[in-house]
């Protein structure tokens, strides 16, 4: 099944709804950046989390950063949304591997660590970026972000991140849904919105089932006026190429380039979100050294 973004509201308006299918993108970053299955787990509930906020974005150039980092031994976790649907990720240390817990569910809050900050990064276009941080409530994601939307945003938020492995460690279910209520809206609704997402079985569970998303979101909302508006596929992808990379290299002005250039070996530089390589020869690295300050 392709993945897929929905946007929707409920109850004219009071309840806005944006809900995911993200396990082909994440089975993509899995195999770029060959992380562990515990690695997997929280980057994939991450690289969701990034792809529902994204969908919030209201201009095509508006591009969304999310970041988490509680001092656990993944050692954080980024990951950068365009209003297209397109993410990419990057997590401190792929190789962390923990015991499941006593319940056999993945230990993602082990991994990330409780020490430490969620922070929301939106560049909106304007001369600074929008920059809204909270502390980490559980290290489980899901919980983190809806801290962030009730506290920093002031916006009371249901968030449900997750995913699902086969037998061969890939992904067979990931995405999430978040719930948000409008200041307008009846209290009520929060609570009867609340029971049924207790009483429904997981949203992976349900993926994994074959459910679409739009199938979960329409069990939860069916008698409350439910209007899907649009629909989008989000995926996996990096926008680095040569030219980037140039001018990050002149950036770093001429005497750090000197200093690289001293060994005359060619200099290969990986992005970290996709793991693209990119050669340079001591004859380019001095062309750009010309250029730099
Ligand atoms: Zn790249």
Redesign the pocket.
């Known amino acids: 099944m392709e993945d897929r973004i929905i946007r929707a509201t409920a109850k004219d308006g009071a309840i806005r709804i944006i809900g995911a299918t993200t396990t082909n993108l994440l089975n993509e970053a899995i195999r770029i950046h060959k992380t562990t299955p515990t690695a997997s787990c929280a980057m994939g509930r991450m690289l969701t989390a990034g792809v529902l906020m994204g969908a919030m974005l209201k201009n095509d150039k508006d591009v969304l950063t999310l970041k988490i980092d509680g001092g656990g031994p993944i050692k954080g976790i980024t990951v950068t949304a365009y209003a297209d649907g397109r993410i990419?990720g990057i997590v401190g240390n792929p190789n962390v591997q923990l015991p499941p817990r006593q319940n056999g569910t993945i230990d993602v809050s082990g991994a990330i660590g409780k020490n430490g900050m969620l922070t929301v990064i939106k560049d909106l276009g304007l001369k600074n970026p929008y920059v809204g941080q909270v502390k980490i409530y559980t290290g489980e994601v899901g919980e983190d972000v809806a801290y962030y939307y009730t506290t920093s945003e002031q916006t009371p938020s249901a968030v449900a991140v997750g995913v699902m492995f086969n037998k061969d460690l890939e992904a067979s279910a990931a995405g999430g849904f978040i719930i948000q209520m409008m200041p307008d809206a009846d209290p009520l609704l929060a609570d009867l919105v609340q029971y049924r997402l207790e009483e429904m079985p997981s949203t992976t569970e349900m993926i994994n089932n074959g459910k679409t998303i739009d199938e979960i979101i329409s069990n939860i909302f069916e008698d409350m006026d439910l209007k899907i508006h649009d629909d989008g596929k989000p995926y996996y992808g990096?926008?680095?190429s040569r030219e980037k990379i140039e001018t990050a290299l002149i950036s770093l002005g001429k005497k750090e380039l000197s200093n690289i250039i001293a060994d005359r070996k060619d200099e290969e530089i990986g992005?970290s979100?996709?793991?693209?390589r990119y050669i340079f020869t001591p004859e380019e690295m001095e062309q750009l050294m010309e250029k730099a300050k």
């Open positions: 990419k990096c926008d680095c992005c979100f996709c793991g693209s």
